[in-house]
Nanobody
Framework: QVQLVESGGGLVQAGGSLRLSCAAS????????MGWYRQPPGKQRELVAS???????NYADSVKGRFTISRDSAKNMVYLQMNSLKPEDTAVYYC???????????????WGQGTQVTVSS
């Protein structure tokens, strides 16, 4: 069974930093785009950043210059380095990955369970 497991969330003061990690485990043939989404309290889930298998990145305007996404394809992991955190970054952060389970299957989107990030003012 394939799992995406996030870690690294927590409570931090405004201006601080956190690093989120997400590990994909199980029977995986290949991984396409990986990304981080977040869902602030009472709001919809939104894209924070994504990275393709080739290393191309995409960021939400609200995090550009503060967050950096990276991946280690050999370890099936994706990371989100978050600097200069603001109270408005408070949310549950979810890892997402497009996974292929065999050479005969197409990519399917998979989600982690989420990790809470709270930024105090």
């Amino acid at each position: 069974q394939v799992q995406l497991v996030e870690s690294g969330g927590g409570l931090v003061q405004a201006g601080g930093s956190l690093r989120l990690s997400c590990a994909a485990s199980g029977s995986i043939f290949s991984i396409g785009t990986m990304g981080w989404y977040r869902q602030p309290p009472g709001k919809q889930r939104e894209l924070v950043a994504s990275i393709t298998s080739g290393g191309s990145t995409n960021y939400a305007d609200s995090v550009k210059g503060r967050f950096t996404i990276s991946r280690d394809s050999a370890k099936n992991m994706v990371y989100l380095q978050m600097n200069s955190l603001k109270p408005e970054d408070t949310a549950v952060y979810y890892c997402n990955a497009d996974l292929r389970y065999s050479r005969f299957s197409s990519f399917a989107s998979s989600w982690g369970q989420g990790t809470q990030v709270t930024v105090s003012s």
